[in-house]
């Protein structure tokens, strides 16, 4: 398969090369960069495809949100992502 990480626009690879990794290796960095996209467009939906229900999400604060509780920061622009940088 072919992965286009082009369409990704609001997020940053940095560290490695696409064309030296396996499938795999690939396949998750794929996930993972349109993630990071779906957080920077506030794209609830795709969130939801990629994240488990039973999700938590632990902030540098250490405030603790469930999925649902931190998707709605997303969704209203409490929570907001310009950029996301994958190294």
Aim: charged share 25%; hydrophobic share 35%.
């Amino acid at each position: 398969m072919k992965y286009d990480f082009s369409a990704f626009s609001n997020v940053r690879i940095t560290g490695a090369d696409p064309a030296r990794l396996t499938d795999d290796e690939l396949s998750v960095l794929y996930v993972q960069a349109r993630y990071c996209q779906a957080m920077t467009c506030s794209d609830i939906e795709t969130m939801r495809e990629i994240v488990s229900e039973d999700m938590t999400f632990t902030h540098m604060s250490g405030m603790k949100q469930t999925r649902e509780e931190y998707f709605a920061d997303i969704a209203s622009g409490r929570l907001n992502y310009f950029t996301i940088g994958i190294k």
